[in-house]
């Protein structure tokens, strides 16, 4: 049995337009509604009855509808799921000629909630909203016919998760947990820690800007503030930054710097500081520190919409902060992963910060994620990854 969620006609407007979301404000048989298990199959229809869209209902959170599909005759089972997966398999392997990417992208690859990255025969996935958590065994099912992984890690420990009322979970769902995970990124390797790592264990959205970080630094020293695991700091040591500092206030994520640094026989070019970037940045610049090549890649500032002011100062101090650091010719790449900031508003913020420092600089390029992260064409906040290159002129 399907049943109906009636939407009002702002609600069906947009959905027809593309749009994949329904909030309760738009619901108009609301009572009967928040009786519906969270993750329940629905169809989307007008007041009067009309067909607009199948998808699922969740009544705990605002956010309260995912859209799958605007087809009457379209079943969410197996099959569909399969073919879902299977298109962006297609996509990824066009590519990458190696199996380390996003696999699956949530909205903008047709699965609301879902994230998978692959790294080689390892897994991992995040279920992040109740629909799809009633689909899963579709998901692995799918996952094992078309790359029959050795492991599946299901990631599940996310805010997210909470908002749709599911619990909080990182287990093996599949398989053994290797002892060592190894991925390829611009020809570089690298070891990732996929259970106790941040998000999935590791940041596919930044290869493209990894590489081009690398490039600018070749033959230079580069400073790698909130490195993580240093994937711009070992990237660019492996491509030929003669020096790579990295600072981190995580001894895990700078231990696992170590560990990628000698990995790519680059460890006597490389020092690790840890310390609040905040403080350590000042320290350098207080000794005269100066670099060809700052990257700042903080973590979201941004989590929600009351922190956009407390969030663009922070960007502008780092951004203040960052200046003097530069080398004269210098340059400085600058990321935001705050999916509430866009372009211009990031670009501001970081600007203003450059300018109270004094510096003479030039924006020379603003990129995003790398294509395995699409954005979905009426979700901007899918296009979340925004990056500033700056040349100081100075």
């Known amino acids: 049995m399907t049943y109906s969620v009636r939407i009002d006609e702002r609600s069906v407007r947009r959905l027809r337009l593309g749009y994949p979301w329904v909030f309760r404000s738009e619901v108009i048989n609301a009572r009967e509604s928040e009786k519906l298990p969270p993750g329940q199959l629905v169809d989307f229809v007008r007041d009067k009855g009309d067909f607009v869209a199948r998808g699922f209902f969740n009544p705990k959170p605002q956010l309260v509808g995912r859209v799958m599909t605007m087809q009457l005759a379209q079943k969410i089972d197996e099959n569909f799921v ?199 940045m000042e320290k350098l610049a207080a000794t005269g520190k100066k670099y060809d090549m700052v990257v700042v890649d903080p973590p979201a500032f941004i989590k929600s919409r009351k922190d956009m002011t407390s969030g663009m100062r922070g960007y502008a101090k780092l951004a203040r902060l960052a200046a003097p650091l530069a080398q004269k010719n210098g340059f400085l790449f600058f990321a935001s992963c705050s999916h509430h900031a866009d372009v211009a508003e990031l670009s501001k913020a970081v600007t203003e910060g450059l300018a109270k420092a004094g510096k003479a600089f030039q924006i020379i390029k603003i990129s995003g994620a790398a294509p395995d992260h699409p954005v979905h064409p009426q979700l901007p906040e899918t296009g979340y990854l925004k990056g500033l290159t700056f040349r100081f002129l100075d």
């Open 82 to 280: 399969f073919h879902l997966i299977d298109k962006a398999l297609e996509f990824r392997e066009k590519l990458y000629s190696q199996p380390f990417y996003r696999l699956i992208h949530a909205e903008s690859d047709g699965l609301p909630g879902l994230i998978i990255d692959r790294y080689g025969d390892v897994v991992v996935c995040q279920v992040n909203t109740a629909g799809m958590e009633a689909l899963y065994p579709h998901v692995e099912a799918a996952l094992k016919k078309l790359i029959r992984p050795r492991t599946i890690i299901l990631k599940n420990d996310t805010p997210a998760r909470e908002l749709e009322v599911l619990e909080q979970v990182v287990r093996v769902a599949h398989g053994d947990m290797p002892d060592s995970i190894q991925i390829i990124e611009n020809d570089t390797p690298f070891f990732v820690d996929l259970m106790e790592g941040q998000k999935t264990g590791w940041f596919f959205d930044q290869r493209e800007n990894r590489a081009w970080a690398a490039t600018l630094a070749r033959g230079g020293s580069l400073l790698d503030v909130f490195c993580h695991t240093g994937g711009f700091g070992v990237t660019a040591g492996r491509a030929g930054a003669e020096s790579v500092t990295f600072v981190d206030s995580s001894a895990a994520a700078l231990e696992m710097v170590k560990k990628n640094a000698a990995l790519n026989g680059i460890e006597k070019k490389c020092q690790a500081i840890e310390g609040k970037a905040f403080d350590v």
